[in-house]
């Protein structure tokens, strides 16, 4: 069974089990952040946790690496 996480005000699609970076992924974002200087889009990269690439902010809370958090139902999730 599916559930959905609300990622910048839009519904995203999660299996349980699956990190937020996964669910984005599968749903087709590859991007959601850019770098300061260029504009370069970023977004999952190593997807183990090394890198800073994939950071987001969930529920309220200060940055976290989305390839390491497991989604859970009703997260809201922004990029910016």
């Given at each position: 069974?599916?559930?959905?996480?609300?990622?910048?005000?839009?519904?995203?699609?999660?299996?349980?089990?699956?990190?937020?970076?996964?669910?984005?992924?599968a749903a087709?974002?590859?991007?959601?952040?850019?770098t300061r200087?260029?504009?370069?889009?970023?977004?999952?990269?190593?997807?183990?946790?090394?890198?800073?690439?994939?950071?987001?902010?969930?529920?309220?809370?200060?940055?976290?690496?989305?390839?390491?958090?497991?989604?859970?139902?009703?997260?809201?999730?922004?990029?910016?």
């Amino acid at each position: 069974m599916t559930f959905h996480i609300t990622v910048d005000g839009r519904s995203v699609p999660v299996v349980p089990g699956q990190t937020i970076g996964a669910a984005l992924h599968a749903a087709g974002v590859r991007s959601w952040r850019s770098t300061r200087f260029g504009g370069r889009p970023r977004g999952l990269f190593c997807g183990i946790g090394v890198c800073f690439d994939c950071l987001i902010s969930v529920n309220g809370r200060a940055p976290e690496r989305a390839c390491l958090l497991e989604a859970a139902p009703g997260d809201e999730v922004t990029t910016s």
